[in-house]
């Protein structure tokens, strides 16, 4: 159930939990961004200009990014209330049926688009930790040198924790965000205080004249003021978590005001004492209040962290269930929210990835170099995606959507060329996991297609196998079930077990699962039934994207007359096929991605525990396949 037709005292729950899962990577941005812009890798006098330059852009960037783009208008392209890359790659995809060429670009941007968010899934929990426990040089300058062992310690624990679920953690998310966003606010009022001059720089020409006087180096500080906005896309992408109208209060109401009072806060400061720029948010605060801060940023920083993990298993689960990743084992960790979900090898994989981030790049500033390349790159394609469905789908002018489209795509291609020039100093590196990611997804993705179709050609017509029957065939009782990838032929495990047991159950089942581009399936739409030959039928189980693939569970929640046999569990057969891939020199792939596709499916969870199958009904066949 959409937020728009939720009873209106859900609202405000709603809103408090975007606070804390939401929200996490643009509340915890002021921990960089402005130290980034003038002490990074550009930096920038601390004067009138700059200050008030600098702050201007961030204003307007928050604005238009934010405001306007994000909760405006790309919030409106759900996909039955999803959000995300994916969701709106399904939507796009949809727009574009029957256009060979723009559907391949609009599957190619999408797909890019996904692999780009791995990249910000890695960089994010490294660079917002690290950040946080660098108030050590602050708090307790002489513990300094314990900021990257800290760093390491809590990332290990973070990712140790993420078998129980987001469940119970998640109740206290809320809470501290909420009193992390108050106390960014409150600081922030009071050092305005001390400069009022600094709320000038609501007016935009301050960033002309900034941008105007600087000229190149100008330019390059845009590779730093983009920091403010990431976590944009989680606006987004968590939007059928808790619907867009409490997401747009908790930004309206909640997030925005704290960061631009933060911001406009630390351009006061840097304006009284420019020295604070090691660590503004820290200096910010009263004496007494360093120890207190340093623990509340470490526990906001976590969360900013454990969201983007939970979106990284979000992304995954889609991708495996549309088809560009292989099966994993997927742990749901809650009974009442499907979409809290824990995959263990991501997991770890994601944790060795940041381990090796910390102590590579060692502090903050240098992973500010390679993020928000990837962050850039995503907004870039949402916006191209986004235009595309608001003229096919929405039915716009085209005119209307390249002057509103073409605001964004300025301002965020100016992002992404000023973070260009950090690519030799660390921007490299997520670009580098986009890329592999996007020849895994798109390999496995051709890989498949091309396995279904050699199949397919290889595949008995079941009009051929059902004359073939005859009445010396032992018909044993029970319902075999056998699973199959195509809607067409007798699977090998029917052929393979006629050929060894001679025997065929008195109920033949071939099922198929379809995972369809949108995120819950209708329950009328479940099930479809066709009846081949007496005793043998065929079964589709249609599934979202979003949703559990748990086959006996369907099974059992659908009526008789759905599935055209009594279900009764201890009498079913489970019969599954395992395909051994061969690659060979028949025209398909390049030779290395036929071995990359054969490697991912050797690596790929069985299908049993994929499908939740009963182990102890399961029959398994083999065969080796060329592709």
């Known amino acids: 159930m959409t937020t728009e037709h939720a ?42 200009l700059h200050v008030l330059g600098v702050l201007s852009l961030m204003f307007w960037s928050i604005m238009l990014v934010v ?46 688009a996904a692999a780009l968010f791995y ?78 001059e600094v709320l000038k720089a609501l007016s935009p020409h301050w960033a002309i004249l900034f941008i105007a006087s600087d000229g190149w180096t100008g330019f390059l500080a845009l590779g730093s003021v983009v ?68 623990l509340l940023a470490t526990c906001a920083t976590v969360i900013a962290s454990q969201a983007v993990i939970s979106g990284a298993f979000s992304v995954t689960r889609q991708a ?20 809290q979900v824990y995959l263990p090898v991501m997991n770890w994989m994601l944790l060795v990835v940041v381990i090796g981030l910390v102590i590579g790049f060692k502090t903050s500033s240098n992973l500010a170099a390679a993020y928000g390349i990837a962050v850039t790159g995503t907004m870039i394609i949402t916006t191209a995606l986004a235009g595309i469905v608001m003229v096919l789908n929405w039915g716009w002018r085209i005119r209307r959507v390249l002057v509103l489209m073409g605001v964004f795509m300025v301002l965020e291609m100016a992002f992404f060329l000023a973070n260009s020039t950090k690519i030799p100093d660390g921007g490299w590196f997520p670009l580098a996991i986009a890329v592999v990611l996007f020849l895994l997804l798109t390999t496995w993705k051709q890989g498949r297609a091309l396995l279904a179709a050699k199949l397919s050609t290889e595949a008995m017509p079941v009009e051929d196998f059902v004359a073939a029957l005859s009445d010396r065939v032992v018909r044993v009782p029970g319902t075999a079930i056998f699973l199959t990838g195509t809607r067409e032929g007798v699977p090998l495990a029917l052929l393979h077990n006629m050929k060894h047991n001679k ?78 891939i061969i690659p060979s020199a028949q025209p398909g792939m390049a030779p290395w991605r036929e071995e990359v596709f054969a490697w991912m499916s050797r690596s790929a969870t069985n299908a049993m525990d994929f499908f939740h199958l009963p182990s102890n009904r399961v029959v398994e066949l083999g065969a080796q396949v060329e592709i």
């Open 67 to 112: 405001s306007a783009k994000y909760v405006a208008f790309i919030m409106r392209a759900d996909n039955r209330g999803e959000g995300g890359s994916l969701a709106l790659l399904a939507l796009a995809s949809r727009a574009t049926h029957g256009r060979t060429g723009l559907g391949l670009l609009v599957v190619t941007l999408g797909i890019f």
């Open 7 to 48: 009873p209106r005292r859900n609202v405000f729950a709603l809103m408090f939990g975007a606070i804390g899962v939401v929200f996490g990577d643009i509340g915890t941005s002021p921990l960089y961004a402005m130290k980034e812009t003038f002490a990074g890798h550009h930096p920038l006098p601390l004067d009138r």
């Open 503 to 580: 025997v065929l159950h008195e109920r033949v089942i071939l099922m198929t699962v379809s995972v369809e581009e949108v995120p819950v399936v209708a329950e009328d739409r479940r099930l479809e039934s066709m009846v081949i030959s007496p005793g043998i039928q065929r079964l589709i189980l249609r599934f979202g994207f979003m949703e559990d693939l748990n086959i006996p569970k369907t099974l059992a929640h659908a009526r008789t007359d759905q599935l055209g046999f009594f279900y009764e569990p201890m009498s079913i057969s489970y019969f599954l096929s395992r395909e051994t």
């Open 119 to 196: 990249g910000d899934a890695v960089i994010t929990p490294a660079i917002s930790i690290l950040s946080a426990v660098e108030g050590l040089q602050v708090v307790a300058p002489a513990m300094q040198h314990y900021i990257v062992p800290a760093t390491l310690v809590i990332v290990v624990i973070l990712f140790l924790i993420q078998r129980h679920g987001t469940d119970a953690v998640g109740k206290v998310f809320g809470p501290v965000m909420l009193l992390w966003f108050t106390v960014l606010a409150v600081t922030g009022i009071r050092n305005i205080g001390l400069t009022p």
């Open 320 to 339: 495996i269930q549309l088809g560009y990743l292989p099966r994993m084992t997927i742990i749901h960790t809650s009974a009442q929210e499907i979409g």
């Open 227 to 294: 920091l403010a906005v990431t976590g944009a896309e989680a606006l987004y992408a968590d939007m059928g978590h808790f619907g867009k109208i409490p997401i747009r209060l908790a930004w309206y109401l909640v997030a925005l005001p704290a960061l631009l009072l933060q911001y406009f806060g630390q351009g006061a400061l840097l304006l009284a004492r420019p020295e604070a720029i090691e660590n503004p948010l820290f200096y910010m605060a009263p004496g007494w209040a360093g120890l207190p801060l340093l």
